[in-house]
């Protein structure tokens, strides 16, 4: 029988591993653990207005699972998929402290690293592992050039005496979306390819029963990860059977529940039944963002399989809003409260009162929302992607501006507005800058951005520029509703993420017109909202942008080569009558 390459390697591999494999467990024996699991906090150590998730209220609810589980006859693992940082004023501030600390008083186990670990220098993410009583893990992170890891690439965990290996891993994405400065020293390989070199060590030196990838990668219904780099789909397909038993993921922020195969449940509420997506016999698991759920796997070892017993996701003071007989509205939880825990209330308080000294500072007001949640800024123009930019172009005096959907984190509110919500809205503290370039130049660089797909950190938002996007290029642009010259120059506004070549944007730093404001985007944008408040939404409202379709693509290069076909009767009557052809 004829083996591919790869086949060929794995059989051998497996040949060699087999004197490995000594069984460490009891045949017949029935070992129970579950896996309790988080992803994306992304510093929501605090509640929200209305009362939900929070660390106080995950403390509890963690402590009840775990009592549960052990009563039981288990033992438990608890993991978050990474993402700690980013988000939340209060935790930027303070660079995760409260987050870290908490999570330690939780009981977490482990943590994959995340992009997001990455906004910071490197030196906050040595301070922050050295704050935490858990590993922070990846296998694949790399210090460029070399062979050596970064970071502790598993951990292992006894668990009724059953052995369990973690291995973390970061999406390769993080090259691309994180702050180039952050990370020019390090390198992160494939994934497949370092959970096959991680297992055969894991195999050789500690000889667990089970291995948990913990990866922060991302999951895409059936693979389909669009311009995103390979997740947790993808990793389960190219691994070898049996290689891993279970994924705990994070980075897309889905509630991975499956309606059926290859197809997740959309907009999944609290409270609704949850399978988990299975991929060449590995569990995919994934709890959305921000500590919202606690997902929870409970699985049987025996005579060597895992079997998923149960599994769900469990919602962390969850509420939806209702309308009562008077009109008012009330918010409900979608199950019982969960109560806050007293000791985190005790350790997360301070800190959340010294940062709300600084943050609890009226900037300015609106008269409706500025819309930034993820699912509209990495898809389509905003208004408040309007507001952002129109701010970086008045610092710069630029005559349009750009930027990635992905650096505008939340919306803005109806009503007061406070820095605490400019600083969730902008929590990066990127610098505006700009740069002059010629319409040649300009048109080279929106070919690029402007193609940028949907779905995707780097889907660029636009101000004062309108234009017609392929796929491939760029036609029909306009600055200020003017058609753009090729040997005019213009100034264009954008960040210092962009800028750096982050998103996948091209690299302006170098460019002999580029300038650094030395101003802070959000600070920008506390001035400008400041200076022009009360804001009008119907002021900010996008327009001008246009992506073509497959079917308008097709449309329009059909009509262009209608065009260029020449015209018969025309070149008959040229080649009789030339002088005739001519005056027609």
């Known amino acids: 029988m004829f083996l591919s390459p790869r086949k060929g390697r794995w059989l051998a591999l497996t040949v060699l591993l087999l004197p490995m494999l000594a069984q460490a467990w009891q045949t017949d024996r029935s070992y129970r653990f579950s896996i309790l699991h988080t992803n994306d906090h992304h510093g929501r150590y605090w509640t929200n207005a209305q009362g939900e998730y929070g660390l106080a209220a995950q403390k509890t609810l963690m402590d009840q699972q775990r009592y549960d589980v052990q009563a039981k006859g288990g033992g438990a693992l608890i993991l978050s998929a990474g993402d700690v940082n980013t988000g939340v004023p209060e935790s930027d501030m303070l660079d995760a402290e409260p987050d870290i600390r908490g999570m330690n008083l939780v009981g977490y186990d482990a943590m994959a690293l995340g992009n997001h670990e990455f906004d910071k220098p490197l030196s906050v993410l040595q301070k922050q592992q050295k704050w935490a009583k858990f590993p922070f893990l990846s296998a694949n992170i790399y210090q460029k050039g070399t062979d050596t890891r970064l970071f502790k690439p598993w951990a292992t965990f006894n668990r009724m005496g059953l052995k369990i290996a973690v291995i973390g891993l970061t999406t390769t994405d993080t090259l691309r979306i994180a702050n180039p400065e952050n990370i020019a020293t390090i390198d992160i390989r494939d994934p497949v390819k370092e959970t096959e070199k991680a297992v055969a060590e894991l195999r050789a030196s500690e000889k667990p029963d089970v291995i948990i990838a913990l990866t922060h990668m991302g999951h895409y219904d059936d693979g389909q990860h669009g311009s995103n780099a390979p997740g947790d789909v993808e990793l389960a397909r190219s691994l070898p059977p049996g290689t891993i038993n279970v994924i705990i993921g994070g980075h897309s922020q889905d509630a991975v529940c499956m309606e059926k195969e290859n197809v997740s449940v959309k907009d999944y509420q609290p409270g609704q039944p949850c399978q988990p997506d299975r991929q060449n016999g590995v569990w995919i698991m994934q709890a959305k963002e921000w500590g ?6 409970d699985f049987t070892f025996r005579n060597g399989e895992l079997t998923l017993e149960n599994y769900q996701l469990i919602p962390v003071n969850l509420k939806h809003k209702v309308k009562n007989l008077d009109g008012s509205e009330s918010w409900l939880t979608w199950q019982e409260e969960i109560p806050p825990n007293s000791a985190m209330m005790k350790l997360l308080t301070p800190f959340q009162l010294r940062a709300g000294k600084q943050l609890d500072v009226k900037v300015g007001s609106s008269d409706g929302v500025f819309v930034g949640e993820r699912d509209k800024v990495r898809f389509e123009q905003t208004n408040l992607g309007q507001l952002i930019l129109r701010a970086q172009m008045a610092a710069t005096k630029a005559d349009f501006a750009v930027m990635s959907g992905g650096g505008i984190r939340t919306s803005l509110a109806q009503g007061n507005l406070s820095w605490r919500d400019l600083l969730q809205v902008q929590p990066f503290g990127n610098q505006v ?19 940028i797909k949907v779905d995707s950190g780097g889907f660029a938002q636009f101000s004062n520029i309108s234009l017609v996007a392929d796929g491939k290029g760029v036609s029909d642009v306009k600055i200020n509703g003017e058609p753009l010259q090729k040997d005019k120059t213009y100034r264009m506004a954008t960040n210092s993420f962009n800028a750096s070549g982050g998103d996948g944007y091209p690299n302006i730093e170098t460019h002999a017109g580029f300038s650094n404001s030395g101003q802070r985007d959000a600070d920008v944008l506390r001035d400008y909202v400041s200076q022009h408040s009360p804001l ?40 009789i009558w030339p002088r005739a052809a001519q005056q027609h």
């Open 292 to 297: 919202k759920f606690v997902g929870r796997g």
């Open 433 to 451: 800058v700009s740069v002059t370039l010629s319409g040649n130049e300009l048109l080279s660089y929106l070919a690029t951005v402007a193609n």
């Open 536 to 575: 009008k939404v119907s002021d900010y409202q996008p327009s001008g942008i246009v992506h073509l379709t497959a079917a308008q693509i097709e449309e329009r290069n059909k009509a262009q080569e209608k065009q260029r076909k020449p015209s018969y009767p025309q070149m008959i009557l040229a080649w």
